[in-house]
Structure formats: C-alpha cells, structure tokens
C-alpha cells in the first residue's frame, strides 16, 4: 500500500498474491522525514530526472 503525506491511499494490492506497486509521487508534497522512515529492505527509492535539451 502507498499512502500520501495526506493519508490518501494512492495505491494498494487488493489480492493474497505477490505484487510490485509502482507510482510517481511529488516530492515537493513530502519532506526527507517522510522518505527517511521507509523500510530499506521494502522500498527503493530512484529518481529518473529529465534531461534539460539546448
């Protein structure tokens, strides 16, 4: 389950079998404490930027 900042649930597995949830959060809704109290065994946290074109 992925729960908000807000506590809305923004995902969730509903079945017994195991499943990978995948979202885009907004960063700017959540401050490091948030990030920092995750599970490391349970959640990796990657960040996929785009690049600025000139």
Same mark, same amino acid.
């Given at each position: 389950?992925?729960?908000?900042?807000?506590?809305?649930?923004?995902?969730?597995?509903?079945?017994?079998?195991?499943?990978?949830?995948?979202?885009?959060?907004?960063? !700017?809704?959540?401050?490091?404490? #948030?990030? /920092? &109290?995750?599970?490391? !065994?349970?959640?990796?946290?990657? #960040?996929? /930027? &785009?690049?600025?074109?000139?």
């Amino acid at each position: 389950m992925i729960i908000s900042p807000r506590g809305e649930v923004l995902a969730e597995v509903t079945s017994d079998d195991t499943a990978v949830i995948r979202t885009t959060i907004d960063l !700017d809704q959540s401050g490091n404490w #948030y990030l /920092g &109290q995750r599970r490391q !065994d349970l959640l990796r946290l990657s #960040y996929e /930027g &785009q690049g600025i074109s000139m």
